[in-house]
């Protein structure tokens, strides 16, 4: 049961990567966060965050891990079958691989 726990934490973690970049700053979501207030500059990535909560939580993307990882923590404490005791360790481990990959590939294209 521990292996696929990790399996699927692992995954829930890829998984927060992709749609926390998604939503921060690749095209598909721009109307989201147009809607939101977020304008983008000329090159087309964002420059003007709204305040408030959601203007917060997109222009830093570490907090936006928090709260794309959370409710697919609990898809996978579901999946697993396991108890609820496991969703903050999941729900953070995800955070953090997500933050952690994306630190490596802006350090591999700041080179």
Not at 66 to 87: G, R
Request: hydrophobic share 50%.
């Amino acid at each position: 049961m521990e292996g696929a726990l990790l399996t699927l934490t692992l995954l829930c973690g890829l998984a927060t990567w992709r749609l926390t970049s998604l939503l921060h700053t690749e095209d598909a979501f721009e109307w989201l966060r147009k809607w939101i207030g977020i304008e983008n500059g000329p090159d087309g990535h964002p420059v003007e965050y709204p305040d408030g909560l959601w203007g917060n939580v997109f222009n830093c993307f570490w907090c936006l891990t928090l709260f794309v990882s959370f409710p697919l923590s609990i898809l996978v404490v579901l999946a697993a079958e396991t108890d609820a005791v496991w969703l903050l360790p999941i729900w953070l481990a995800s955070s953090a691989v997500a933050i952690w990959l994306e630190k490596q590939i802006m350090r591999t294209q700041s080179r």
